[in-house]
């Protein structure tokens, strides 16, 4: 049983200040890397993926990924009440597989 | 570029019916997959067409089948609905190209399933 792991959260953060959203995942050959944003009552919203090991900046958005450690994380510089959401994180097995795998999302509150 | 659609976005059904929910992808996507989203199981995959053929289909029941038509619209159906079929139904695009979902998936803006 392939499985991605979050915090549920909620994870709380001053306006300004950056969060940290981590991802962990069980199959070792997955290839690719989703970050999702979901508000609610809204759909997932495609915000970020990341392929190779290292960071991947996007403006205030950076995602690391570490595939020894089956390991990725999503960074919110300057984090605004509009972060506000679940992030779900996602993966993708790679070559032959036409589905993502999501983790239960981590629930974001950036306080004014 | 229009995003992908769902029709209808709400849905109030007995036990015991059946249901037929339509999808049409963002235009040049020809891989649209349909997930499951409750409170309790977070998302889940049902199935993902390419080309009208069904290439993976995740562990539901018989009751939910589904179709791609040669326009890449795409159509599940659920029959003899149960309560915990309760959901939100959201349908994703993505170009499909080569042999993996290295481009992502765009969500539509899913259809909310309630099932009494």
């Known amino acids: 049983q392939k499985e991605v792991e979050q915090n549920s959260g909620p994870l709380s953060v001053p306006e300004g200040a950056i969060a940290s959203l981590n991802c962990t995942y069980s199959?070792?050959?997955?290839?690719?890397f989703f970050w999702y944003r979901q508000y609610s009552g809204k759909s997932p919203e495609l915000i970020m993926f990341?392929?190779?090991?290292g960071d991947k900046e996007d403006g205030r958005f950076t995602a690391q990924l570490n595939k020894a450690s089956q390991y990725v994380s999503l960074l919110i510089r300057d984090s605004q009440p509009s972060d506000s959401a679940t992030y779900l994180c996602?993966?993708?097995?790679?070559?032959?597989?036409?589905?993502?795998?999501f983790g239960k999302g981590t629930k974001l509150s950036v306080i004014p | 570029k229009a995003g992908v659609t769902q029709t209808p976005r709400y849905l109030i059904k007995t036990r015991g019916q059946q249901v037929t929910l339509s999808c049409s992808p963002i235009?040049?996507?020809?891989?649209v997959s349909w997930y499951q989203q409750t409170p309790g199981q977070g998302l889940q995959f049902l199935f993902e067409?390419?080309?009208?053929?069904?290439?993976n289909k995740g562990n539901f029941p018989g009751r939910f089948s589904g179709r791609q038509f040669s326009n890449s619209r795409s159509e599940m159906n659920v029959s003899t609905l149960e309560l915990g079929d309760s959901a939100l139904y959201l349908c994703?695009?993505?170009?499909?190209?080569?042999?993996?979902?290295?481009?992502?998936?765009?969500f539509g803006p899913g259809t909310r399933l309630t099932v009494t």
């Open positions: 199959d070792r050959g997955s290839q690719s």
């Open positions: 990341i392929y190779s090991n």
């Open positions: 996602a993966v993708n097995a790679g070559a032959g597989s036409y589905q993502l795998t």
């Open positions: 235009s040049g996507h020809r891989s």
């Open positions: 994703a695009s993505s170009l499909g190209r080569g042999r993996s979902l290295a481009g992502g998936l765009y």
């Open positions: 067409y390419f080309s009208e053929t069904q290439r």
